[in-house]
């Protein structure tokens, strides 16, 4: 791994550290948390592949 791809990667892992707690928190209900972390896990699949085709 180059310094190009450590630090992106550190500064996410430190971004989600961060916005977890609150994200928990609000989404304290089952149900509301899975419908939210789905919605959230398809923005990523879209960002990464949209990334994929651009480089």
Do not use: C, D, Q
């Amino acid at each position: 791994m180059e310094i190009e791809e450590i630090i992106p990667s550190i500064a996410l892992i430190l971004i989600l550290i961060l916005i977890l707690p609150s994200f928990i928190k609000s989404n304290f209900k089952k149900k509301v948390f899975f419908k939210n972390l789905s919605i959230w896990g398809v923005i990523i699949i879209v960002l990464v592949i949209l990334l994929y085709f651009i480089t």
